[in-house]
């Protein structure tokens, strides 16, 4: 069979300046809307302040994560940035996390392990954010 | 020509809590098998607790990047995750590395640099760990 | 439609051992001359001592990026990779910020949020540095 591709445009609505997200329905929707039954899902945020990545959706450890990263990225701290705006540690953590994650799409699902979610990190909240996903496979 | 998509499932058995393991010849010959001639290799790993980077496979650097995740994601300190488990490092480890690497394939095989190789970096071992590659492409 | 595969090699110079060059008009035109409407642009870095990462094109951020690399992957520190070279902060580096992003086209363009723009984040320069951009589509 040939490829194809399946685009959607999406978007959740953050509520708190940090949080941590689970947008996996989202994603599992995209897929089983696309038809494509093997291939990637991109998952793809059009923002400079918040990141996605793949982790387990336990409570404390989505807390862990931001703190953590709040540890590194040091909000309020003397950043160039920040004479413009006071989010510099938002784009800083964004560069750590990533703006995408691609997964593998397999017997029209996708295939994670059994503890991973796809998290949307907000650090400068609270936001619309789109997601932006693209299902491409066969 | 049409794109096509070849998927396969591989395993590696990592034998110390933290390891640095060099997985290139496993993509190496999915490429090769996959018979694509143009387009990227996606190689994912389905957990939570191991990343997966690109980075030259010199042995003191792949002790360099333990002791560097060991530093700031702090084994056995009061993360929240280590009440229910002891393993917040490695899920805020792989936040930082990142579960999945794409590369491109070009000529039949994949375009990597000189000194670049797929590495699996194990945080929570010893254990199974599954990598799901995709190569996708003419 | 049916999916096709645009590949192209391109490269940049960096000037200083440490510096952010915005690359996004590289993989504009290239998403341009591929006539790819719908699908994803992967760009990648054959190196490993250089990353690559989507953030704002902000001069004092892009300070911001540098110090906070310098800050945490230690130039110059006891790295057992600096015995034999004196890059390991570079290396470290392009495992947290990553060596390529994926970013979907829709309409035959990038479809990048408002502030995005694609960064190479130089460590260890002055270097030419190849980019390779695959974009894959209908």
């Known amino acids: 069979m040939a490829c194809r591709v399946y685009q959607e445009d999406s978007s959740v609505r953050t509520t708190s300046r940090f949080q941590v997200l689970d947008v996996t329905s989202i994603v599992e929707e995209a897929v089983s809307k696309s038809g494509i039954e093997k291939g990637l899902a991109t998952v793809y945020v059009p923002h400079t302040t918040c990141g996605i990545t ?17 540890e590194y990225t040091k909000p ?30 397999t017997a029209g699902r996708l295939n994670m392990g059994t503890w991973q979610r796809v998290l949307l990190v907000e ?3 609270p936001r619309r954010r789109r997601i932006i996903i693209t299902v491409m496979g066969e």
């Open 54 to 70: 793949i982790n387990e959706a336990e409570p404390g450890l989505m807390e862990d994560i931001v703190e953590f990263l709040k």
């Open 76 to 105: 309020g701290a003397p950043w160039r940035h920040n004479r413009i705006d006071d989010n510099a540690h938002a784009h800083l953590g964004q560069s750590v996390l990533g703006h995408h994650v691609s997964i593998p799409v």
């Open 123 to 125: 650090m400068d909240g």
